[in-house]
């Protein structure tokens, strides 16, 4: 399962921006969708995760600031920030596992990445 994501940029401290990411494939579905970001030296972290019935879960960090949601019919996800930080500045990854078809052994799990898209925040 192939994933992109889109919406990265320049921000102003205080602002927002919104990500975006497709999911792709033959025959799959989707069950946890996440976003993940990784600062210059750090590790690569949670910022938020959803499942297929909506319930999100917030790293500490983002909450009251952030929103994810995504529309299951599209294999899509969003990541809504607000409230822009210069600590937000990360490559910003999204995750996304669930089950995959295969035509001569059947359902297989998956945990795939997309690319990464640069989020970068000025004060």
């Known amino acids: 399962v192939r994933l992109v994501e889109s919406g990265g940029g320049s921000a102003q401290a205080g602002s927002s921006l919104r990500l975006s990411c497709v999911g792709s494939?033959?025959?799959?579905?989707?069950?946890?969708m996440g976003w993940y970001r990784q600062g210059p030296g750090n590790q690569r972290e949670l910022v938020a995760d959803?499942?297929?019935?909506?319930?999100?879960n917030y790293a500490d960090f983002v909450k009251g600031r952030f929103t994810i949601s995504r529309d299951n019919a599209k294999n899509t996800m969003y990541l809504q920030m607000d409230s822009l930080k210069p600590d937000d500045t990360a490559v910003y990854f999204c995750?996304?596992?669930?089950?995959?078809?295969?035509?001569?052994?059947?359902?297989?799990?998956?945990?795939?990445w997309g690319q990464g898209t640069q989020v970068t925040v000025f004060s």
């Open positions: 959803i499942g297929t019935g909506g319930r999100p």
């Open positions: 494939g033959r025959s799959f579905k989707i069950n946890t």
């Open positions: 995750n996304a596992r669930g089950w995959e078809d295969k035509v001569v052994v059947g359902p297989v799990p998956f945990n795939s």
